[in-house]
């Protein structure tokens, strides 16, 4: 659906857009007619690109169960993946309580002493990192 609720949309999705790592072919993970979420990349002489990746993590938390995590104490320290960099901070993926996966932003005035410029110069994609839960919204399926 477009943008304005108009009807269905048209987009070319570059295989280099659909997911993160190596992809063999589309219909691997993609059927013909699917309906898919995506943020618009550019638009060339009235045709879309847009991608899949990376939208990931602000997906999820809408979905993500984060209520083995409302008792976790700030002290203590997960081990996390950097899901991707933002200008406002970075989406780490942790494991937590009940083997479960979610999703959470480190904040760029959490990230270390002093002021970060660029989150994204300060850690790469997938680097292992270690993280505190500071804050849980259980409405939003927020992690901080």
Same mark, same amino acid.
């Given at each position: 659906q477009g943008p304005n609720g108009e009807g269905p949309v048209e987009a070319r999705i570059p295989i280099s857009q659909i997911q993160d790592g190596f992809l063999e072919h589309p219909?691997?993970? &993609? %059927?013909?007619?699917?309906?898919?979420? +995506?943020?618009?990349?550019?638009v060339e002489g009235g045709r879309l690109s847009v !991608? =899949?990746?990376? &939208?990931?993590? $602000? &997906?999820r938390a809408e979905d993500q169960d984060v209520s083995s995590l409302l008792?976790?104490? /700030? !002290?203590?320290w997960f081990t996390g993946r950097v899901? @991707?960099?933002?200008p406002f901070g *970075?989406? *780490?993926? =942790?494991? *937590? /309580?009940?083997?479960?996966? +979610?999703?959470? &932003?480190? @904040?760029?005035? %959490?990230?270390?002493?002093? $002021?970060?410029?660029d989150p994204a110069a300060e850690v790469e994609?997938?680097?292992e990192v270690k993280v505190r839960i500071l804050a849980v919204d259980k409405s939003t399926g927020r992690i901080s």
């Open positions: 219909a691997d993970v &993609l %059927e013909p007619g699917q309906s898919v979420r +995506v943020r618009v990349m550019k !991608s =899949m990746r990376k &939208l990931s993590a $602000r &997906l008792d976790v104490s /700030p !002290s203590e899901d @991707h960099a933002a *970075v989406f *780490v993926e =942790m494991d *937590v /309580p009940e083997d479960n996966k +979610v999703v959470g &932003l480190v @904040h760029i005035s %959490e990230m270390r002493e002093g $002021r970060v410029g994609d997938g680097q």
